[in-house]
């Protein structure tokens, strides 16, 4: 005696074979293209590890760079015996504004203009206040941090920016290292 019972017809037993098979074709396929699509995904991300290793190599040759751009000498003017000694102390002590236009020049972006630069002496720190234009947020927010990798600035701090109709007025505010 048969252990089964087989309700179902011999054709339609034989259709469910050739069924079966095309399922494993399927199966088979699929499993192809996420093979691939994982393959592609997987280099997408050597690639982009490459990239970033590339960015921050080219980040650190710019930053070498900036560092060495160095102004033209200042022009010394001999002293004439009718200069008094404390005007010549005050001169030596005074900072050396080629350098720091100059540094501010470099790092200024191509959205942002400046429309004043006043420096202040208070309780013994150098503070600078920057006042400008943008057309773009981005561009007050890369100023920053140009400013702060710069070795004349530190401590760079956003003392208001407001928003108008064609652009965006900013002020900052940062310390100074008169060189």
Request: proline letters at 4%.
């Amino acid at each position: 005696m048969k252990a089964t019972l087989n309700l179902f017809p011999v054709a339609v037993m034989v259709g469910a074979a050739k069924r079966k098979g095309r399922f494993y074709y399927l199966l088979a396929g699929l499993s192809v293209y996420i093979v691939v699509i994982m393959g592609l995904w997987f280099l997408n991300i050597i690639d982009a590890r490459k990239l970033g290793a590339e960015m921050d190599k080219l980040n650190k040759q710019k930053i070498e760079l900036q560092q060495q751009i160095k102004p033209p000498p200042a022009v010394t003017v001999a002293p004439s015996l009718l200069v008094d000694k404390e005007i010549l102390i005050a001169m030596e002590k005074a900072p050396k504004w080629s350098q720091t236009l100059s540094t501010i020049s470099v790092v200024v972006p191509q959205d942002v203009w400046l429309s004043a630069i006043e420096s202040r002496e208070e309780k013994g720190v150098k503070n600078m206040s920057i006042k400008g234009f943008s057309t773009a947020q981005l561009g007050v927010a890369s100023f920053i941090s140009a400013l702060e990798l710069s070795h004349h600035f530190y401590d760079v701090e956003i003392v208001f920016v407001q928003k108008g109709a064609k652009d965006i007025s900013f002020e900052l505010k940062a310390k100074t290292r008169w060189r």
